[in-house]
């Protein structure tokens, strides 16, 4: 069956996209991803260390930011799982209605909370950084995944900086550019991925994406029963700008708390439009010059 391309004009993927089907795999195994319930996630970074350990990704220095006990800052080339303390005084949420809520505590002292969040490549289904690689160094795995290869890549930095989150990097040692590769060696082998396997609270959990969709969606409802109207869901649905990530989030409050884009869209979805302009105005040049060269001749 023919894939459909993506609706790249609207800058909104068509949903229900196969991406590795699109890339070439009609028999493949089901599309694996992550789903990180940052809820229930410890700030204990042993998705950080066991991802350096078995990618042999170089430490970062191990200094001290200032920004509480996060030590890497953000994901780069060095830091393909990244778990962010995000601290909040007065807890301002809001609901689904989009009312906000400030939470107090006692006598009207603010409550104090952590929001703690493991964030990662979301391993897109409509991925920028595929679209401009010149080399191939990007490519789709047959899990839906999104891997570069490090012995293709020439580091020009092009996936740097389509990716819409932030993620990619380059390493200063050896100029190519790094992320997380959801352990495409560990999965093949029928294994999970080094973060999930050490998470010591199933914050990070692996699997075929559909039934992380529906376990996402299910463990939403639940946390809404309970009395937490804010949670909600980041990059499950098929239908926003990128198609919906590979790697999805279960968050407490608004995605800029986190660093995140709210809204966000392939950074190609112009370039059909923008090579159609380019062809037109190539050909009315064209057009122009020969309607002039034919009037000098008369």
């Not at 080094?194 to 075929?208: D, K, L, M, V």
């Not at 708390?257 to 190609?268: E, K, M, Q, R």
């Amino acid at each position: 069956m023919e894939i459909p391309p993506p609706d790249l004009g609207t800058g909104r993927a068509e949903p229900g996209i196969d991406p590795a089907a699109r890339a070439g795999y009609p028999d493949h195994p089901p599309r694996m991803g992550f789903f990180t319930d940052t809820s229930v996630c410890i700030g204990c970074k042993a998705c950080e260390v066991a991802c350096k350990e078995w990618n042999a990704v170089p430490e970062d220095g191990l200094l001290l930011t200032g920004m509480s006990y996060d030590n890497t800052q953000g994901l780069s080339a060095s830091t393909w799982r990244h778990v962010a303390f995000i601290e909040q005084s007065a807890v301002t949420t809001r609901t689904r209605d989009g009312a906000p809520i400030t939470a107090t505590g006692a006598e009207g002292a603010a409550d104090l909370r952590w929001l703690m969040s493991s964030d990662v490549c979301k391993h897109c289904t409509e991925a920028a950084c595929l679209d401009v690689c010149p080399t191939g160094a990007l490519m789709r795995t047959e899990f839906g995944t999104v891997v570069v290869q490090d012995d293709v890549c020439n580091g020009c930095g092009y996936c740097v900086s389509a990716c819409p989150f932030g993620v990619i990097g380059r390493r200063e040692t050896d100029g190519g550019a790094h992320k997380c590769t959801l352990c495409y060696d560990r999965i093949g082998d029928g294994l999970t991925p080094a973060c999930a396997q050490a998470c010591p609270t199933e914050s990070i959990q692996f699997g075929p994406l559909d039934e992380l969709r529906e376990r996402a969606n299910q463990r939403v409802a639940a946390l809404h029963d309970a009395g937490k109207p804010e949670a909600r869901l980041y990059g499950a649905d098929p239908g926003d700008g990128i198609g919906g990530a590979g790697a999805f989030f279960l968050l407490l409050d608004q995605p800029e708390v986190y660093g995140l884009p709210p809204d966000p869209v392939v950074t190609t979805r112009d370039l059909p439009r923008m090579w159609r302009n380019a062809a037109l105005a190539a050909c009315g040049l064209a057009g122009a010059v020969v309607a002039a060269c034919v009037t000098g001749r008369a």
